[in-house]
């Protein structure tokens, strides 16, 4: 049976750096469980996987954390037929060759333009001067919406994460947060409008057309459009930054990757694994269940930790290395055999959606800086810093290379 370890999840030094939290739970077979806010945070990769693939684990949290921000429900609030459907949906809307060569149009375009910018100083720091930008813009014009305004969106977007991913928030958070929100969606509703019943591609005149599958109000698509915009933009500037942050801490593995451009493919995987973007997945128990020999009643609160049961050492051999031949090593030779999967993007019903998308987006435009940022390094000294453990990501990963003094070879966004 898991042992149970008491901590306290706001504790400054677990939230600065939680992996010695996750290598006590593992070294102790154990959960942990903070009285305070009287939920249990699961870092066992199997127990995470039944967490994430049981139906007894719902996601009714997201109805106090994710509905208020949104006005309506989220994807992941729904079940059933409606959530197999809506699901269906925003996968169609992400993928498919005409849809996927569209976005890799916008991925190209978005990442030239933002680098432009860079190339001839040599230096970028590939969060606060790439990155979050990058996200929204890549994000909003996928789902065919203006990007005119992408400065006010991130704004909003920053708000409403807040409220989503804190677990106590202040009055004068929450009450910056509602704000955000209500100018999120005033500023989306009449784009809802615009766009229902047009004919063009993308993610709204689908959820808005009957004939498609979708026939939702103008309240219940903003609302899922929120969502989609809240799930894409926030990981995905994390993660490549965390992917230049380990090919550029490895010079022989960086040259590896640069010469075989095959190796990006597990080197974002491996990326995902030890560094992953969503720390925490929040459920609640709908009927007792147990865990790891440990009985939980109904009602109990749950956090499944990704972060941590992607570091298991007894599904993943070495955890704390970061290994681009992992998944090849573990088809040959497992420890955890087809179990061994990391779960950045969830497993079971609720897996990312985006997930597809995601790494497509992360391999074509790590390629483009590949091409461009020649010399790369970190300025001498750089230490990674990180924030947030709901999701988490560098604060900032500045990186120096050879400035262009010539034509910058690369275009405007148009
Ligand atoms: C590196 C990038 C990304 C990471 C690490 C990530 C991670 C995750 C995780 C862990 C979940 C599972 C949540 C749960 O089980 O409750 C999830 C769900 C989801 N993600 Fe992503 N995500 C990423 C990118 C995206 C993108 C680009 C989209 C845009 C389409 C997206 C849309 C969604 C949606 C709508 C869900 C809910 C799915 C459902 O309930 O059926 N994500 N994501």
Redesign the pocket.
């Given at each position: 049976m898991r042992n149970i370890i008491e901590f306290d999840a706001m504790d400054p030094a677990f939230q600065r750096d939680p992996i010695p939290m996750f290598e006590r739970l593992h070294a102790a077979d154990a959960m942990l469980l903070d009285p305070a806010i009287d939920a249990y945070f699961l870092g066992r990769h199997e127990d995470v996987a039944q967490a994430?693939r049981s139906d007894v684990f719902t996601?009714a949290p997201l109805a106090e954390s994710a509905q208020p921000m949104m006005g309506d429900r989220v994807?992941?609030q729904m079940e059933g037929q409606e959530?197999k459907a809506k699901?269906g949906l925003?996968l169609s809307a992400?993928s498919g060759r005409s849809n996927r060569e569209r976005h890799a149009q916008i991925i190209a375009r978005v990442t030239s333009a933002l680098l432009a910018e860079s190339l001839r100083r040599g230096r970028l720091d590939l969060i606060n001067d790439f990155g979050k930008a990058y996200s929204m813009l890549v994000t909003l014009e996928a789902l065919g919406l203006p990007t005119d305004r992408y400065l006010d969106v991130i704004a909003w977007h920053s708000g409403v994460a807040t409220f989503v991913t804190s677990l106590r928030l202040t009055e004068a958070q929450r009450l910056h947060s509602v704000a955000c929100s209500q100018a999120f969606i005033a500023y989306l509703t009449p784009l809802v409008e615009d766009l229902r019943g047009s004919s063009r591609d993308g993610l709204i005149p689908l959820l808005c057309n009957p004939a498609a599958g979708g026939g939702m109000t103008t309240p219940e698509t903003v609302a899922l459009v929120l969502?989609?915009v809240l799930?894409?933009a926030e990981?995905?500037d994390k993660?490549l930054a965390y992917l230049f942050h380990h090919l550029v801490s490895c010079p022989t593995l960086l040259d590896r990757v640069r010469n075989d451009r095959h190796l990006l493919a597990p080197a974002i995987a491996e990326t995902?694994r030890i560094s992953?973007?969503?720390q925490l997945?929040p459920r609640q128990i709908n009927d007792d269940a147990t865990v790891g020999g440990v009985r939980l009643a109904a009602g109990t609160r749950v956090f499944c930790m990704?972060g941590a049961a992607n570091r298991d050492p007894s599904v993943f051999r070495d955890p704390t290395t970061f290994d681009i031949n992992r998944r090849k090593a573990a088809q040959q030779a497992p420890i955890g055999g087809a179990a061994s999967m990391h779960f950045?993007?969830?497993t079971g019903?609720?897996?990312?959606?985006?997930?597809a998308?995601?790494l497509m987006q992360l391999e074509l435009t790590a390629n483009i800086l590949l091409d461009h940022l020649r010399d790369l390094r970190t300025p001498p000294g750089f230490m990674l810093e990180e924030e947030g453990f709901y999701t988490r990501g560098p604060v900032a990963m500045p990186l120096e290379f050879a400035p262009y003094d010539g034509a910058v070879p690369l275009g405007p966004r148009t």
């Open positions: 994430l996601t994807l992941a959530h699901r925003v992400f969502n989609v799930a894409a990981p995905s993660a995902l992953s973007p969503v997945i990704p950045a993007f969830g019903t609720h897996m990312c959606v985006g997930a998308f995601s």
